[in-house]
């Protein structure tokens, strides 16, 4: 699929990037070349396969043991704050 000139301008005028005239074509080639790449891989086929947890089979994520390794300074914290009810900070009211 092959962009048009309008198509990369209104692009680049979401994207808020102002291109001179010799841009456009560069910017036209390239993102029609992404856009091909992308129409082929919507066609390869993908309905037998199966989702991986991982790509490499029988390998698994190593994650750390969820333990606590801080101390609870919760009290400390809020004997700083200028305004405290119910644990919770409070703050001047900004918006009317």
């Known amino acids: 699929m092959s962009l ?3 198509q990369i301008a209104s692009i680049a005028a979401l994207a808020r990037l102002e291109l001179t005239p010799a841009e456009i074509p560069v910017y036209q080639q390239t993102l029609s070349r992404i856009v091909d790449f992308i129409g082929a891989l ?7 396969v199966a989702p991986m947890a991982h790509p490499l089979p ?8 969820d333990v606590v390794t801080e101390v609870d300074r919760h009290e400390a914290y809020q004997s700083n704050a200028p305004q405290v009810a119910a ?9 009317e």
């Open 58 to 65: 029988g390998l698994s994520q190593r994650l750390r043991p």
């Open 42 to 48: 919507e066609r390869a086929p993908t309905a037998d």
């Open 87 to 95: 644990s919770l900070y409070l703050v001047p009211k900004v918006i």
């Open 4 to 6: 048009t000139r309008e």
